[in-house]
């Protein structure tokens, strides 16, 4: 759990218990960040915080699903995330809890994981395969 504080501590990313209250740069699921960073490398989890955290308004979307969702994406098409700059400039426009909230409405089709990712490749394969 050390690395996993130290790359959110890295990038300004408070963790907080469950009981507090979410907000900008706050962060509740530091497991979910355990798993990711021991399947897939501290690079992987940086970017997948970076894509949320330093995006548009996304700073209040750090969600285990919506983390999970970004993560599957980067794993899916590397090349788009490969794109540096133009990667994070996508997100900038989109809206992850909004995203997340459609999700939720049609969670007893869908679980919220796979609706966000559906819905973020529709927005980036627009962009990354124009």
């Not at 962060?27 to 997948?48: D, F, S």
């Not at 285990?64 to 090349?79: F, G, K, W």
């Amino acid at each position: 759990m050390l690395a996993v504080e130290r790359i959110c501590s890295d990038l300004d990313i408070e963790l907080t218990p469950i009981n507090v209250t979410r907000g900008p740069m706050r962060l509740r699921c530091p497991r979910v960040l355990a798993g990711l960073l021991a399947k897939y490398g501290e690079g992987h989890v940086i970017l997948v915080l970076r894509t949320i955290a330093e995006t548009g308004s996304n700073s209040v979307a750090l969600h285990s699903q919506i983390i999970l969702a970004v993560s599957d994406i980067i794993r899916a098409h590397p090349t788009w995330a490969a794109r540096g700059l133009a990667w994070l400039e996508a997100f900038d426009d989109i809206d992850l809890l909004a995203m997340a909230t459609t999700a939720k409405a049609n969670r007893g089709a869908v679980p919220v994981r796979q609706a966000v990712a559906a819905m973020l490749f529709a927005r980036l394969r627009s962009v990354f395969e124009s």
